[in-house]
C-alpha cells in the first residue's frame, strides 16, 4: 500500500473520529494484493486504554454476513440446499400458525424476502435457545407471501442460526467458530447478554448526540440471546477484511472454505430483494452498494454505541472496513467513503437521494391507515391542515411525511432535531391500493384505512 496513503489514512482517520466525537476506530484497506490497517483512539473514553488492530467492536447487523457465509458453507457440503423450505430442518415449523411459513427458503431467508417480522422477541429476554427462538418466531404471522418483497429481518437470521445448529448438531457459536473464523484466523468474541466472551480486549459502545452536547458518554449493550446469529459477534476491521477475502476467493484456502459456486450464490442479486432505503439490491447474505466501478458487496451494522462497516469489489479485489465505538461512526463511515473516493478507491455506498418526482397534495387518504410490522404499529393520518400526512408510533416519533406521485416521501421529525429519511409506500400493480410502508428497509403492512 502506498507510504503517502498509510499516513493520510492514519491523520484523517484520527481527525474525522474526533471531529465526530467517535473515542476509537480501525480502518482496513486491502486492494492489489496489500493491506493497510489503521487504529485510533481508545477503547473507552475518559481511559488511556487503546485501540488497536486486534481490539474487538461490537459488529451488530454484519454478523449476519458470517451467519450467510456458514449457510453457504453447509450447501456446498450437500447439508442444505438454497432453494428448499426450511420446515424440512425445523421441527419448530411444524406448528406454524400460518402456511406460508411452510414455502419460506434459506434463499428467502437470507435475503430478507421471507415476509417474516423485524424484531421478534422472546418474554423471556434472557431465553438463549434458538429452538424456543424459533417456535416462537413460527406463531407471528408473515406481512406476505415468501418472495414477493423486501424486509429486513432479524428474525429470519436467528431462525437461519437455528437451522444451522440444526444441521450442524452443535451450537450456533460452536459452529460459526469452527467452521469459519477459526480458519480464517479470527480468534472469536461472542457477545452474550450484552457481555463479551473470549481473550481479546473488547471496545465500549458510546451514544453521542450530534449537534448538541457532543460528549460521547459510554453505554451498555442491549442483545438478546437469542438474537446472536443476527447480531452476536465482535471482531475487527482485520477480521472483516478477512471475511471478504474468503468471499473474493482471495484465501489460499478459499475454494475448500467456500467453493466458488456457493460464492456466487451469495454475491448474486436476488431479483424480489428491492432493498428501498437500505442498499441498491441483496442476495442470499450479502448487500450490493452501487458505484462507478460496478456494484459493491458487504454489509452494515449497527449496536448500541457503535457501528461496523464492509464493503469489497469482487471486480478488483478491493476490500475496505470500517469499525467505531459511537453512534456517530455511521457518519465517520460515509467521511470515510468520501476520502476513499477522493483517492482513487470508489468504495460503493447507498445514500438515498430526494426525489425528484412532483409533490403529493391531494388524493392522501389513499394512503392514511395503521400500518404494522410485529409489535411496531405506526399511524398515518393526515395533517389537521390537510396539506401533507402525519406519522406517529407508540414510541413518540411523529413526523411530516412529504409526498411524492412516485408513492416515495421525506420524513421529518416534528419531536426531535434529527436530519429527514426517506420512505416509500408501496401499492399492489393490479387494484392500485396501497399494502405497505416501508422505512429503513422494513416494510409495514397496512393493517386498516383510516
Keep these: 500500500m502506498e507510504a503517502h496513503l498509510a499516513a493520510l489514512a492514519a491523520d484523517r482517520l484520527r481527525g474525522l473520529a474526533h471531529g465526530h466525537s467517535v473515542p476509537g476506530a480501525q480502518l482496513t484497506v486491502h486492494r492489489a494484493g496489500e493491506s493497510l490497517s489503521v487504529a485510533t483512539g481508545v477503547t473507552r473514553a475518559g481511559t488511556a486504554r487503546p485501540v488497536t488492530a486486534d481490539t474487538a467492536f461490537a ?12 449457510i453457504a458453507q453447509l450447501v456446498g ?33 437470507l435475503s430478507h424476502t421471507a ?3 423485524a424484531d421478534h422477541e422472546l418474554d423471556d429476554a434472557g431465553e438463549s435457545s434458538l429452538a424456543r427462538y424459533t417456535a416462537s418466531a413460527a406463531m407471528t404471522l408473515p406481512l406476505y407471501e415468501p418472495g414477493h418483497r423486501f424486509s429486513y429481518s432479524n428474525t429470519g437470521y436467528n431462525v437461519v442460526g437455528r ?3 440444526t444441521v450442524g448438531d452443535m451450537k450456533w457459536q460452536a459452529v460459526v467458530e469452527n467452521s469459519l473464523l477459526r480458519p480464517l484466523g479470527i480468534e472469536p468474541v461472542f457477545l452474550t447478554g450484552g457481555r463479551a466472551t473470549g481473550p481479546r480486549a473488547t471496545a465500549d459502545g458510546h451514544a453521542v448526540r450530534p449537534g448538541r452536547e457532543r460528549t460521547p458518554h459510554p453505554v451498555g449493550l442491549h442483545l438478546p440471546p437469542g438474537w446472536a446469529p443476527a447480531s452476536g459477534l465482535a471482531g475487527s476491521a482485520d477480521d472483516l477484511v478477512a471475511l471478504a477475502a474468503l468471499h473474493l476467493g482471495a484465501h489460499p484456502d478459499a475454494d475448500t472454505l467456500l467453493p466458488a459456486g456457493e460464492r456466487a450464490e451469495v454475491a448474486a442479486r436476488v431479483p424480489a430483494a428491492d432493498a428501498f432505503g437500505m442498499a441498491d439490491g441483496w442476495g442470499p447474505g450479502l448487500a450490493h452498494y452501487a458505484s462507478p466501478d460496478g456494484p459493491w458487496l458487504g454489509h452494515d451494522g449497527t449496536a448500541d454505541g457503535g457501528s461496523a462497516h464492509l464493503r469489497f469489489h469482487p471486480g478488483t479485489g478491493t476490500a475496505v472496513a470500517l469499525t467505531t465505538n459511537a453512534t456517530t461512526g455511521t457518519l465517520l463511515w460515509a467521511d470515510v467513503v468520501d476520502l476513499l473516493r477522493e483517492h482513487g478507491i470508489p468504495v460503493g455506498d447507498h445514500r438515498p437521494a430526494l426525489s425528484a418526482a412532483p409533490a403529493a397534495t391531494t388524493g392522501l387518504d389513499r394512503f392514511t391507515g395503521d ?3 410485529g409489535d411496531t404499529r405506526f399511524a ?9 400526512l402525519r406519522l406517529t408510533d407508540a414510541t413518540g416519533l411523529t413526523a411530516d411525511l412529504a409526498l411524492h406521485d412516485d408513492l416515495t416521501f421525506t420524513a421529518r421529525r416534528t419531536d426531535a432535531d434529527t436530519a429527514p429519511y426517506t420512505g416509500r409506500f408501496v401499492a399492489e400493480p393490479a387494484t392500485g391500493d396501497v399494502v405497505l410502508m416501508q422505512l429503513g428497509g422494513r416494510s409495514a403492512l397496512r393493517t386498516t384505512a383510516a
Design 59 to 70: 459488529l451488530g447487523s454484519v454478523t449476519k454476513a458470517f451467519t450467510a457465509t456458514v
Design 77 to 109: 457440503e450437500g447439508d442444505l440446499a438454497w432453494d428448499e423450505p426450511v420446515a424440512e430442518y425445523l421441527a419448530e415449523f411444524d406448528g406454524a400458525v400460518d402456511t406460508r411459513m411452510s414455502a419460506i427458503t434459506l434463499r428467502h431467508l
Design 115 to 117: 415476509g417474516l417480522v
Design 163 to 165: 437451522v444451522i445448529e
Design 371 to 373: 400500518y404494522r410490522n
Design 380 to 388: 398515518v393520518r393526515a395533517r389537521h391542515d390537510g396539506a401533507a
